[in-house]
C-alpha cells in the first residue's frame, strides 16, 4: 500500500514541480526579445495587443507564444521577423509583417530552422518577402495561417511557405496570395498540405521539387501565374484538389516533370489553359477526375509511360488531349468524353467504337499557331470529320478503347 | 418612309416564309440545346448553324424578295417619293422581320435555356449577319437586272464567305507560316463577315485555349476587349458599305 500512497502524493506536487508560468508582454522597446530571453522553458508569453516594432526575434527555447487579439510585429522592412530553433514552440495568433527584401538572404516573417515538433498556427503574415520558412524541420505543422503579399514580379518576391530540407510536416487550412510560389517544397519528405487554398501568386500556387512520398488533399489552387508544378519526386498522392482559373501561355492546373509512382483522384481542373500537363512521367494512375472547361484537358507528352487515365470526366474543353509525337506508351479507359459520337448497341454504358481524343486541329495549331484563327469554322469540322474517317494525322494510339456513355457522378 | 415600311412588314407577314424560318430556327434550338445537358456543346452546335445557313437564308430569301417587288417598287417610285427612302424602306423593312424571326427563333430559347454573356454574344451575331448579308442582297438587286443571274451571285457570295474564303486562309497560313503573318491574318479576316462573327464567338468560348498560344495576334488582340470592338467595328462597316453603294447606284440607275 504504501509505493501507492506515496505516488499518490508525489502527484499532488506534480503541477509545482513543472514550474511553467504565464507571462504578459506589452508592448515597448524590444520587449517581446526581453520578455523571451527572461522567460523559462515552458512558459507561456501572452503577448497583449499593440504594435511591436521589433526584428530579428530569436525564439531558442521551449516556449508558447500566444498573441491577444493579434498583436502586430512589425519588422519595418529592415530584416526577418522571428527565428524559432527550439524544439516544441508553439507561436499563434501573432500579424507579423514588413520584413525586409535582400537578394543575400530570404528575408522571412516566421523561421523555423532545425528545429522539431514546432506548431505555428493562426498567425497572419502581411507584406513580407517569405511568408513562414521552415529549414531542416520535422514533425512541424502550419495551420490556419494567413499570408499575403502584393509581390509583382518572380524576381523580388518570396514565398508564402517555403519548406526545404523538411521532413513530416503538416501544413493546413492556410490562406496564402500574392507571393512568388504560394507553397514550396524542396527535399521535403512524408508531409501532408491539406486544405490549403493559394491564390493570385505570382508564379506556382504550389511547387513541389525533391520531395517524395508527399500528399495534398483537398487544397484550392486559383488564378496563379502558372498553376502548380511537381517535379522530380516519387509517391506523390494528390486527391481532391482543385485547380480553377490558372490562365496564360505557360499556365497549368498542375504541371507535372519526371514524376513517378504517384496518384491523381478526384481533382477538379476547371477554365485552366491547360488542365494537366505531363512531361516524363513513369507510371502515374489518374482517375476519377474532372476536367471541365480547359483551354486543354490533358497535355501528355510522348516522354511519359506507363500511365492510366481511367474514369475521368473531360466536358466543356477546346481540346480534350493533346500531345507532341505518334509514340503512346499510356492507357487511356472508360472516360467520358462529351465530344464523343459513337454508340452503344449493347447498351452496357460503354461506347462500341473507339474515341480518339486528340482533335486534328489542336495538331494544327501546334504546328502553326495562327491557324487558331480558323478554329470552330465550318471548313475545321469538315477536317475532323475526315480525320475521323481516315487518321492520317492525329495519333491513332492513343485512343480510348472504352468510352463511356454517360458521365461518370463524381 | 414609315407607311412604306408597314406595307412591306404586311407583305412580309402575309408571306409566311418569314414565320416558317422562325419556327425551324425555334425547333432546332429548343432540340439542340434540350438533347444535351452540357450548354457549351448545344452553344456550338447552334454557333454552327447560325454561320452556315443564317448567311444562306438571308441572302437568298432577301435577293428573290427584292426581285419580285421589283413591281411595287416601280409603282412606288412613280410617286412624288426619293428612290433612296423607297430603297432603305425596303431594305428596314426586310432585315427587321428577318432579325425578329432570329431573335424569337434562335435567341429566346438560348437566353432562356443557357443565360450566359455567350448566347447573349449569339444572338448578336446572328442578328448582324442578318443585316450584313441582306444589304449584299440589295447590292445584288441593284447591280444585276436578271433575276436568276442576281440568285446566282446570291448564292455563291454566301458559298464564297462560309467556304472558300476560309479555304484559301488556311493554304495561305500555311504557306507563309515560317513569316510573321499573325497582323496580315487579323487584316485578312475582316474581309469576311463571317469569319468576323465566329472569331467573336470564340473569344467567349474559348479564351482559355487561345491564352495558350504565345504571340502577340492571340495575348493582345484576341486576349483583350479590342478584338471584340475590331469585330464588331468591322462587321458594321460590312453593313454600311454595301448598304450606301447600293443607295448610290439606286440612284442613278435607269429602271
Known amino acids: 500500500m504504501l509505493p501507492y500512497k506515496l505516488i499518490i502524493v508525489l502527484l499532488m506536487f506534480l503541477p509545482g514541480l513543472s514550474w511553467a508560468k504565464s507571462i504578459k508582454v506589452y508592448p515597448g522597446r524590444n520587449s517581446f526579445q526581453k520578455a523571451i530571453n527572461a522567460a523559462k522553458r515552458n512558459d507561456t508569453l501572452l503577448l497583449q495587443p499593440g504594435v511591436y516594432k521589433e526584428h530579428d526575434i530569436l525564439i531558442n527555447k521551449k516556449l508558447v507564444v500566444i498573441g491577444v487579439h493579434y498583436p502586430v510585429i512589425d519588422g519595418e522592412h529592415t ?16 500579424q507579423v509583417q514588413n520584413t525586409g527584401r535582400s537578394s543575400m ?44 503579399a502584393n509581390s509583382e514580379d518572380e524576381l523580388n518576391s518570396g514565398n508564402g511557405i517555403h519548406a526545404w530540407k523538411c521532413h513530416d510536416l503538416i501544413i493546413t487550412g492556410n490562406d496564402v496570395s500574392g507571393h512568388r510560389d504560394g507553397i514550396y517544397f524542396e527535399f521535403v519528405t512524408t508531409s501532408a498540405i491539406t486544405g490549403n487554398v493559394s491564390h493570385a501568386n505570382v508564379r506556382y500556387g504550389l ?30 498522392t494528390m486527391t481532391g484538389n482543385i485547380f480553377l482559373h490558372n490562365w496564360g501561355d505557360a499556365a497549368y492546373g ?41 483551354g486543354w484537358g490533358i497535355k501528355v507528352m510522348a516522354s511519359c509511360s506507363g500511365s492510366n487515365f481511367t474514369r475521368n470526366n473531360f466536358t466543356g474543353n477546346s481540346f480534350d488531349v493533346a500531345t507532341n509525337g505518334t509514340t503512346m506508351l499510356n492507357h487511356f479507359s472508360e472516360n467520358f468524353w462529351d465530344k464523343y459520337d459513337g454508340y452503344d448497341l449493347d447498351k452496357n454504358g460503354t461506347g462500341d467504337v473507339p474515341y480518339y481524343p486528340v482533335s486534328v486541329y489542336s495538331v494544327v495549331s501546334e504546328r502553326v499557331p495562327t491557324a487558331m484563327i480558323l478554329y470552330r469554322s465550318f471548313l475545321t469540322g469538315i477536317m475532323e470529320q475526315v480525320e475521323k474517317v481516315m487518321p492520317s494525322i492525329i495519333p491513332d494510339q492513343l485512343k480510348d478503347d472504352t468510352p463511356r456513355m454517360k458521365k461518370w457522378k463524381l | 418612309m414609315k407607311t412604306i415600311i408597314k406595307y412591306v412588314l404586311l407583305d412580309l407577314l402575309r408571306n409566311r416564309v418569314i414565320l416558317f424560318y422562325t419556327i425551324i430556327l425555334a425547333v432546332l434550338a429548343v432540340s439542340v440545346l434540350g438533347i444535351d445537358d452540357n450548354p457549351t456543346k448545344g452553344l456550338l452546335s447552334l454557333l454552327n448553324i447560325t454561320l452556315l445557313f443564317v448567311p444562306l437564308i438571308t441572302i437568298l430569301f432577301s435577293t428573290i424578295y427584292f426581285f419580285n417587288a421589283i413591281e411595287f417598287t416601280e409603282l412606288l417610285l412613280s410617286q412624288p417619293i426619293k428612290r433612296n427612302k423607297v430603297l432603305l424602306a425596303e431594305y428596314s423593312a426586310l432585315t427587321v422581320s428577318l432579325s425578329t424571326a432570329y431573335a424569337v427563333g434562335i435567341g ?55 467556304l472558300l474564303f476560309d479555304g484559301f486562309l488556311l493554304a495561305f497560313i500555311y504557306s507563309f507560316s515560317d513569316y510573321p503573318i499573325d497582323q496580315a491574318v487579323v487584316g485578312i479576316i475582316a474581309f469576311n463577315p463571317i469569319d468576323l462573327a465566329r472569331v467573336l464567338m470564340l473569344l467567349h468560348l474559348d479564351v482559355a485555349v487561345l491564352m495558350g498560344y504565345s504571340g502577340a495576334l492571340f495575348k493582345k488582340f484576341l486576349g483583350s476587349a479590342t478584338g471584340s470592338i475590331f469585330s464588331i467595328a468591322c462587321i458594321m462597316l460590312w453593313i454600311i458599305v454595301p448598304l450606301l453603294l447600293s443607295v448610290r447606284i439606286f440612284n442613278r440607275k435607269d429602271l
Open chain 1, 79 to 94: 530584416s526577418q521577423i522571428i527565428f524559432i530553433t527550439a524544439d516544441s514552440v508553439i507561436l499563434q495568433g501573432l
Open chain 1, 105 to 148: 538572404t530570404d528575408m522571412a516573417a516566421i523561421r523555423v530552422q532545425n528545429a522539431n515538433h514546432v506548431i505555428v498556427r493562426n498567425n497572419k503574415a502581411f507584406n513580407n518577402t517569405y511568408g513562414i520558412y521552415l529549414q531542416n524541420a520535422g514533425f512541424t505543422v502550419v495551420q490556419n495561417n494567413i499570408i499575403q
Open chain 1, 207 to 236: 511547387h513541389f521539387m525533391f520531395s517524395h512520398n508527399d500528399t495534398y488533399t483537398n487544397n484550392r489552387f486559383s488564378d496563379n501565374g502558372s498553376g502548380v508544378a511537381v517535379m522530380y519526386s516519387k509517391g506523390v
Open chain 1, 254 to 294: 498542375i504541371l507535372l516533370k519526371e514524376i513517378a509512382d504517384s496518384k491523381i483522384n478526384h481533382n477538379q481542373f476547371l477554365k485552366n489553359t491547360v488542365g494537366l500537363y505531363m512531361e516524363s512521367t513513369t507510371n502515374i494512375a489518374v482517375g476519377d477526375n474532372q476536367f471541365n472547361e480547359n
Open chain 2, 108 to 162: 429566346i430559347p438560348l437566353l432562356l435555356l443557357v443565360s450566359g454573356i455567350e448566347s447573349f454574344i449569339l444572338t448578336l451575331i446572328g442578328i448582324l449577319l442578318t443585316f450584313v448579308f441582306s444589304s449584299l442582297a440589295l447590292l445584288i438587286f441593284v447591280k444585276f437586272r436578271d433575276k436568276t443571274k442576281g440568285i446566282g451571285i446570291a448564292i455563291a457570295i454566301a458559298l464564297f464567305f462560309t
